[in-house]
């Protein structure tokens, strides 16, 4: 999805209309071992396969460049280190991976998070999954990669701090599945990480997030539902709330949907803190997907059957028009109404200088959570039905 203007063409366009044009050919000018490195954004047709040790240790675990899956034992987990893209200094941003190799064969599940710096939920909705498992009872593998953007998360920032001219902070859940050869270091990242790491070793993935600093959330999946496999993942979670869209082009979910493995987003409530509540529903919900492919054995847990589950297709922006302070009307789920009240904004005499309506009918899946608000930034997201979806949706991620 593109935010510029359509009538010219800008440097930063320019750079990257010429990289994937002749990127290719000058990295492997500067190394013959990016051979695999690919010119243009799609990922390469045969992914690395086999997994490639770099020979260094990093606090007692090994590094690699590359892995399959297949070559770690069985009825262990292997903690690892991956060597992502280079820093200014020329040393490697290094992201954690954790695989439960189970002792039978069987599907491999991936679970990731820390694609935006500022969500902690995620991280530790998945650190639980994968500390509950028992490989030695396990058919399948489950691979986790908790911190993706590992220079974002340093300093609790959603998005990566790229070092080009000057700063330039880029969200790298717009960059999938990255270029190898790309104009910036998160598109390179991405590359790598999808290429050698994420893709060949997944037959169905979960990109776990959370609201943005300023914004939080309720407890909702991501995903498509005109996808069988999706569908089944996606209503196994005890989860208030689905958004049944594709939404943005560049997102982890659609990288991996792209290339044919289903995928889909959890969201968990608001960024830079733990909400070990609203975890614990999506920890129950992925064990019950892992029980469905047939990876651990037992029970289904509560599922969306359980609870009242609302399903919308379109997220309606409510966009603030002023400054001033934010008091908000509803509360996260409430139903709302067509015309209904739902926030005011008092300037700094505690005048009231907005009021703010819903166009549409649903149900609040996000609303602003700073006190504060300066004019075009999202007070409040309604989850909705529109009867004819089209283009790409904005949601509160």
Do not use: C
């Amino acid at each position: 999805m593109s935010y510029k203007s359509k009538g010219r063409l800008d440097r930063r366009d320019f750079m990257i209309a010429s990289i994937a044009t002749v990127g290719a050919s000058a990295a492997l000018a500067v190394n013959a071992g990016a051979a695999d490195a690919q010119a243009a954004a799609t990922p390469p047709a045969n992914p690395a396969s086999g997994t490639v040790y770099t020979g260094d240790v990093i606090e007692g675990k090994k590094v690699i460049s590359a892995l399959d899956v297949n070559d770690l034992e069985p009825g262990k987990k292997h903690l690892l280190y991956f060597q992502g893209v280079e820093m200014p200094t020329g040393q490697h941003w290094y992201v954690s991976v954790t695989v439960a190799k189970g002792a039978k064969p069987g599907k491999r599940g991936i679970l990731t998070s820390g694609v935006h710096g500022d969500e902690m939920s995620s991280v530790h909705t998945v650190q639980t999954v994968m500390n509950q498992l028992n490989p030695a009872e396990m058919s399948g593998t489950v691979m986790a990669v908790t911190d993706i953007s590992r220079p974002a998360l340093e300093s609790m920032q959603r998005r990566w701090p790229n070092q080009g001219r000057g700063i330039d902070l880029i969200d790298m859940n717009r960059e999938w599945p990255g270029n190898e050869n790309g104009a910036t270091a998160p598109s390179r990242h991405a590359g790598l990480l999808f290429n050698r790491l994420l893709r060949p070793n997944a037959d169905f993935a979960i990109d776990f997030h959370t609201g943005t600093t300023g914004f939080e959330v309720t407890a909702f999946n991501l995903g498509g539902m005109d996808v069988p496999e999706v569908k089944a993942m996606v209503e196994l979670y005890p989860v208030g709330q689905i958004f049944d869209n594709h939404v943005y082009p560049g997102v982890l979910h659609n990288a991996f949907m792209d290339v044919g493995i289903p995928s889909f987003t959890p969201e968990i409530g608001a960024a830079r803190v733990l909400d070990r509540e609203m975890s614990s529903l999506f920890v129950e919900g992925t064990t019950n997907v892992l029980k469905h492919h047939g990876i651990i054995a037992g029970p289904m847990g509560r599922t969306g059957k359980d609870v009242t589950v609302f399903v919308g297709n379109s997220a309606f922006p409510v966009l603030a028009t002023a400054g001033g302070l934010v008091e908000h009307l509803v509360k996260l789920n409430d139903k709302v109404e067509a015309g209904q009240k739902v926030a005011i904004q008092r300037n700094s005499f505690g005048e009231v200088v907005a009021e703010y309506t819903s166009s549409v009918a649903g149900e609040i899946t996000g609303q602003r959570s700073d006190a504060m608000s300066e004019p075009g930034n999202p007070l409040v997201f309604i989850l909705f039905n529109k009867s004819v979806p089209e283009g790409v949706e904005s949601y509160p991620e």
